[in-house]
C-alpha cells in the first residue's frame, strides 16, 4: 500500500478506489475485535455503548465516563495491532446535551441571516417583496456584521460564505417560481426584485472573493 504513495504514507493509503476497500475490510475486523473485547467486559453495544464509523473517523456514544474511558483504551490499543494510531489533535469529548462551537456559530449567523432576509421576505405576506431604501447600507451592514463575528476565524468565514449563498439563492429560486407562475406577481414586484438581485449579486461576490471553492460560483451561475 505505501509504494502507490511512493512510500510517503505510514497508515492507510486513501486514494487509489483499491484503498477504501482494503481500508473498509481493516476497519471493520477492528470493529468486530473491538465488540468482542468489550463484551469480555461485560460491556453490551447497543447497551452500554454504542461505536459509530465513517471510514476511520471513529464516534463513540457510552453511558457514562468509566464506559467511555474503557472503551477508548480499547479502542487505542485495538489499532495499535494494526499499526495505526488515533490522532489526539482531533479527538475531542462532549457532553449531552451537544453543543459545539460550530452550533454556537451556526445559530448565530441564523440570526443575522434572518435579519437580511427579512429585509427582503414578509413571513405575514409572502406574495409581497419589500422594497429596499438604501441597497448599498444593506450590503454593507450585512458584510459588516459577519467581519465582526469572524474577524479572527478564517474556518467559519468560509461557513458564513456557504450559508449565506445557500440563503440567497433558495430565495432567488422562490421568487423565479413564483414569477412564473403569476404576471401580477412579477409586475407588481418587479422593482423589489431587482433590489433583492443587485443585493444579493454584491454580498455574494464579495463572499466569493474569500470563499474559493466549487460549489458557491455553481449557485452564483444560477443568479
Given at each position: 500500500?505505501?509504494?502507490?504513495?511512493?512510500?510517503?504514507?505510514?497508515?492507510?493509503?486513501?486514494?487509489?478506489?483499491?484503498s477504501r476497500i482494503f481500508s473498509e475490510v481493516l476497519f471493520q475486523d477492528i470493529d468486530r475485535e473491538v465488540e468482542n473485547l468489550l463484551?469480555?467486559?461485560?460491556?453490551?453495544?447497543?447497551?452500554?455503548?454504542?461505536?459509530?464509523?465513517?471510514?476511520?473517523?471513529?464516534?463513540?456514544?457510552?453511558?457514562?465516563?468509566?464506559?467511555?474511558?474503557?472503551?477508548?483504551?480499547?479502542?487505542?490499543?485495538?489499532?495499535?495491532?494494526?499499526?495505526?494510531?488515533?490522532?489526539?489533535?482531533?479527538?475531542?469529548?462532549?457532553?449531552?446535551?451537544?453543543?459545539?462551537?460550530?452550533?454556537?456559530?451556526?445559530?448565530?449567523?441564523?440570526?443575522?441571516?434572518?435579519?437580511?432576509?427579512?429585509?427582503?421576505?414578509?413571513?405575514?405576506?409572502?406574495?409581497?417583496?419589500?422594497?429596499?431604501?438604501?441597497?448599498?447600507?444593506?450590503?454593507?451592514?450585512?458584510?459588516?456584521?459577519?467581519?465582526?463575528?469572524?474577524?479572527?476565524?478564517?474556518?467559519?468565514?468560509?461557513?458564513?460564505?456557504?450559508?449565506?449563498?445557500?440563503?440567497?439563492?433558495?430565495?432567488?429560486?422562490?421568487?423565479?417560481?413564483?414569477?412564473?407562475?403569476?404576471?401580477?406577481?412579477?409586475?407588481?414586484?418587479?422593482?423589489?426584485?431587482?433590489?433583492?438581485?443587485?443585493?444579493?449579486?454584491?454580498?455574494?461576490?464579495?463572499?466569493?472573493?474569500?470563499?474559493?471553492?466549487?460549489?458557491?460560483?455553481?449557485?452564483?451561475?444560477?443568479?
Amino acid at each position: 500500500m505505501q509504494s502507490i504513495n511512493y512510500n510517503e504514507t505510514a497508515g492507510i493509503l486513501i486514494g487509489p478506489e483499491v484503498s477504501r476497500i482494503f481500508s473498509e475490510v481493516l476497519f471493520q475486523d477492528i470493529d468486530r475485535e473491538v465488540e468482542n473485547l468489550l463484551g469480555k467486559l461485560q460491556y453490551l453495544n447497543g447497551r452500554d455503548y454504542t461505536i459509530r464509523r465513517y471510514v476511520d473517523d471513529i464516534f463513540i456514544f457510552t453511558l457514562n465516563e468509566t464506559i467511555l474511558n474503557d472503551v477508548k483504551d480499547i479502542v487505542e490499543d485495538t489499532l495499535k495491532k494494526y499499526k495505526l494510531t488515533v490522532n489526539k489533535q482531533k479527538t475531542s469529548t462532549t457532553l449531552r446535551p451537544f453543543s459545539t462551537a460550530k452550533s454556537g456559530t451556526i445559530n448565530h449567523l441564523n440570526e443575522i441571516l434572518n435579519s437580511l432576509t427579512s429585509k427582503f421576505i414578509d413571513p405575514e405576506n409572502p406574495e409581497k417583496v419589500k422594497k429596499i431604501y438604501s441597497k448599498r447600507n444593506t450590503v454593507v451592514s450585512y458584510l459588516n456584521k459577519i467581519k465582526s463575528m469572524f474577524v479572527l476565524e478564517r474556518e467559519n468565514y468560509n461557513l458564513a460564505s456557504g450559508y449565506t449563498i445557500s440563503s440567497l439563492t433558495n430565495i432567488a429560486i422562490d421568487l423565479d417560481r413564483k414569477c412564473k407562475s403569476s404576471r401580477d406577481f412579477m409586475k407588481n414586484n418587479e422593482r423589489q426584485i431587482s433590489d433583492f438581485f443587485y443585493v444579493a449579486t454584491e454580498i455574494i461576490f464579495h463572499l466569493f472573493s474569500f470563499h474559493l471553492t466549487i460549489i458557491p460560483p455553481l449557485k452564483y451561475a444560477f443568479l
